[in-house]
């Protein structure tokens, strides 16, 4: 027992090697498709919240007491909402939670009925801790999660609805509703730090204003705290300014050099899904395997920075913002991103297919003629979230698999699948996720051959 302790403290006590660069010569090839039209009212900024105020407001500016904190855009049919924000420092002059509000507000002369299609919303504590996890996890029913981000896109992948929310809501003429009225609370933290993200999927039969604040707990006539109530929260929208501190202002789009500050998003970006199907006969649809001991790769939330040769950057334009946040929804947080590969074997022999995520390092340009990973990886987790994977295995029956990935900065990542296809053989592989709020772009999803 003495040797083994000894061995351990030893252990614990040397080192950690230094990384090894990994360069794999292997194609980056441009994500076909494109991001749909589907507006998403976007909360992020600030990301931390210190004062009570507007986060985003999409109403209209007149009558307002801070014209500038309303960005005049009209929600109607299908649209998302995902807000990340968080809450508490050791310098918090008491610890009244942080409430956070999205008011939905229905100004025609109609009723307005939005069904509320999936919806999640989780705090970091005591909902989603950011507890260590293996690289790769099979995750069957939803229960493997770090962090309330990689919780709230794993319950959305699978069409879920918290029980939270109503399947539906009617909004009266004129008027204002809570879509959501939730805290953020610190007073049992230690640290006092806690965080709360949320994404949700809506459809409205009619024209809706959103807008999310944040006000601190109020108190009731016996002194105990509770949640701000639409009055109060509608005296805020009115009265209002933006909360703050404000985040970095972001690098201007056309700065080509030096360091890049993305900055926060705070706006309604345009995307929901990013839907490819990749073929390179465009006759028979079909995607031809890698020959032996080959691979490629398309990129996954590619930005400026970060296109991996591929010319490519994914980020989701915004189509309204407040002018000191991102000019792009860097990291498409939220967004989905469905894969079909038609994956098919055109030559004489069997061969072993295997698709992967990883994670490699960023690159504008291919500085080495291929993706560059690091072994062992970088502490830095870059990708925390679940991938799910349809196809046909090698017995012909249609399978489907989760699995929950932990990706650190510069992973090459295992097999999602393998696959042992004869010659001629077809197999449509499904690639689906929701990139997960805190995870650091770019990815990509490699296809190879083994030799």
Same mark, same amino acid.
């Given at each position: 027992?003495? #040797?083994?302790?000894?061995?351990?403290?030893?252990?614990?006590?040397?080192?950690?090697?230094?990384?090894? =660069?990994?360069?794999? %010569?292997?194609?980056?090839?441009?994500?076909?498709?494109?991001?749909? $039209?589907?507006?998403?009212?976007?909360? +992020?900024?600030?990301?931390?919240?210190?004062?009570?105020?507007?986060?985003?407001?999409?109403?209209?500016?007149?009558?307002?007491?801070?014209?500038? &904190?309303?960005? +005049?855009?009209?929600?109607?049919?299908?649209?998302?909402?995902?807000?990340?924000?968080?809450?508490?420092?050791?310098?918090?002059? $008491?610890?009244?939670?942080?409430?956070?509000?999205?008011?939905?507000?229905?100004?025609?002369?109609?009723?307005?009925?939005?069904?509320?299609? !999936? @919806? &999640?919303?989780?705090?970091?504590?005591?909902?989603?801790?950011?507890?260590?996890?293996?690289?790769?996890?099979?995750?069957?029913?939803? =229960?493997?999660? &770090?962090?309330?981000?990689?919780?709230?896109?794993?319950?959305? /992948?699978?069409?879920?609805?918290?029980?939270?929310?109503?399947?539906?809501?009617?909004?009266?003429?004129?008027?204002?509703?809570?879509?959501? +009225?939730? %805290?953020?609370?610190?007073?049992?933290?230690?640290?006092?730090?806690?965080?709360?993200?949320?994404?949700?999927? /809506?459809?409205?039969?009619?024209?809706?204003?959103?807008?999310?604040?944040?006000?601190?707990?109020?108190?009731?006539?016996?002194? +105990? =705290?509770?949640?701000?109530? *639409?009055?109060?929260?509608?005296? *805020? /929208?009115?009265?209002?300014?933006?909360?703050?501190?404000?985040?970095?202002?972001?690098?201007?789009?056309?700065?080509?050099?030096?360091?890049?500050?993305?900055?926060?998003?705070?706006?309604?970006?345009?995307?929901? !899904?990013?839907? #490819?199907?990749? &073929?390179?006969?465009?006759?028979?649809?079909?995607?031809?395997?890698?020959?032996?001991?080959? #691979?490629?790769?398309?990129?996954?939330?590619?930005?400026?920075?970060?296109?991996?040769?591929?010319?490519? #950057?994914?980020?989701?334009?915004?189509?309204?913002?407040?002018?000191?946040?991102?000019?792009? @929804?860097?990291?498409?947080?939220?967004?989905?991103?469905?894969?079909? /590969?038609?994956?098919?074997?055109?030559?004489?022999?069997?061969?072993?297919?295997?698709?992967?995520?990883?994670?490699?390092?960023?690159?504008?340009?291919?500085?080495? !003629?291929?993706?560059?990973?690091? !072994?062992?990886?970088?502490?830095?987790?870059?990708?925390?979230?679940?991938?799910?994977?349809?196809?046909?295995? $090698?017995?012909?029956?249609?399978?489907?698999?989760?699995?929950?990935?932990?990706?650190?900065?510069?992973?090459?990542? $295992?097999?999602?699948?393998?696959?042992?296809?004869?010659?001629?053989?077809?197999?449509?592989?499904?690639?689906?996720?929701?990139?997960?709020?805190?995870?650091?772009?770019?990815?990509?999803?490699?296809?190879?051959?083994?030799?």
């Amino acid at each position: 027992m003495l #040797a083994l302790l000894s061995s351990l403290l030893i252990a614990q006590t040397e080192p950690a090697p230094e990384p090894q =660069e990994i360069v794999k %010569p292997q194609e980056v090839r441009p994500l076909p498709g494109e991001l749909d $039209d589907v507006p998403m009212f976007n909360s +992020n900024s600030p990301e931390k919240i210190g004062t009570e105020g507007i986060l985003l407001s999409t109403f209209p500016p007149e009558n307002k007491q801070v014209p500038a &904190a309303h960005l +005049n855009f009209r929600f109607s049919g299908r649209f998302d909402i995902f807000a990340h924000h968080v809450f508490g420092d050791r310098e918090l002059p $008491d610890l009244t939670p942080m409430y956070l509000g999205i008011l939905i507000h229905n100004p025609t002369s109609e009723p307005v009925t939005v069904n509320i299609l !999936q @919806a &999640a919303s989780y705090l970091s504590q005591p909902d989603a801790p950011f507890i260590q996890l293996p690289p790769m996890v099979p995750n069957p029913t939803g =229960e493997v999660y &770090a962090g309330p981000g990689d919780r709230v896109t794993t319950e959305i /992948l699978r069409e879920q609805r918290q029980d939270i929310w109503p399947a539906q809501l009617t909004i009266p003429p004129q008027s204002s509703q809570m879509l959501m +009225n939730l %805290p953020i609370p610190v007073r049992t933290l230690e640290p006092p730090l806690n965080g709360r993200s949320t994404l949700m999927r /809506l459809r409205s039969n009619g024209t809706v204003y959103l807008a999310s604040l944040a006000l601190y707990a109020r108190e009731d006539a016996q002194g +105990n =705290e509770r949640a701000p109530t *639409l009055a109060e929260w509608e005296t *805020l /929208l009115e009265t209002g300014d933006l909360a703050g501190p404000r985040d970095r202002a972001p690098t201007p789009p056309n700065q080509t050099s030096g360091q890049i500050i993305y900055g926060r998003v705070a706006g309604v970006s345009k995307g929901s !899904q990013w839907v #490819a199907s990749i &073929a390179d006969n465009p006759i028979t649809q079909t995607l031809d395997i890698p020959q032996p001991g080959d #691979a490629f790769s398309y990129g996954i939330s590619t930005l400026p920075g970060g296109r991996l040769q591929t010319g490519q #950057a994914q980020s989701a334009p915004m189509q309204v913002s407040y002018s000191d946040t991102a000019y792009s @929804a860097h990291g498409n947080y939220g967004v989905e991103y469905r894969l079909n /590969l038609p994956l098919q074997n055109n030559t004489n022999n069997t061969q072993t297919v295997t698709v992967l995520l990883q994670t490699p390092l960023k690159e504008e340009n291919l500085s080495k !003629q291929g993706l560059r990973f690091l !072994q062992p990886p970088a502490p830095q987790v870059f990708f925390r979230g679940t991938v799910r994977m349809r196809y046909r295995n $090698d017995r012909g029956i249609p399978v489907t698999r989760y699995w929950h990935l932990v990706q650190r900065r510069g992973q090459m990542g $295992d097999p999602l699948l393998t696959l042992e296809m004869p010659p001629g053989d077809l197999r449509l592989v499904e690639v689906d996720l929701i990139y997960p709020p805190d995870a650091t772009p770019p990815q990509v999803v490699t296809v190879r051959t083994l030799e």
